[in-house]
């Protein structure tokens, strides 16, 4: 079981950055896939950004080159900096963690089906 508590969203002018953590029960270092989703308002939940337990990073094409996915080992701490915000990028941002030593390609990467626990959400609004 993990437990995932999301912060550090906020509001923010277009053009803006914020940072996002996940803070995890346990480590997840190289144990679990972590992932960011977010989910606006009227829309489905969509896959932002991915950690796998190899390493690598996964991200959706909405948030190439402005959203950096890493993880602080010894704090066993999952951020997502997200540089050159937009309009669209408005949302509840969600972190989540995969299956224990499940590593996930990247189609699996961004599909909620693939995890299996949850934060609460940190709402991101992002204004002109």
């Known amino acids: 079981q993990v437990k995932l508590v999301e912060s550090g969203g906020g509001s923010v002018q277009s053009g803006g950055s914020l940072r996002l953590s996940c803070a995890a029960s346990s480590s997840t270092y190289r144990r679990y896939s972590m992932a960011w989703f977010r989910q606006a308002p009227g829309k489905e939940r969509e896959g932002v950004a991915a950690l796998d337990i190899d390493g690598s990073t996964t991200y959706a094409d909405y948030v190439k080159e402005r959203f950096v996915v890493s993880q602080d080992i010894a704090k066993t701490t999952l951020f997502l900096q997200m540089n050159g915000l937009k309009l669209e990028d408005t949302a509840i941002y969600y972190c989540?963690?995969?299956?224990?030593?499940?590593?996930?390609?990247?189609?699996?990467?961004?599909?909620?089906?693939?995890?299996?626990?949850w934060g609460q959400g940190t709402q991101v609004t992002v204004s002109s």
């Open positions: 989540a963690a995969g299956r224990p030593n499940q590593s996930l390609n990247r189609f699996q990467a961004l599909d909620a089906e693939w995890y299996n626990y």
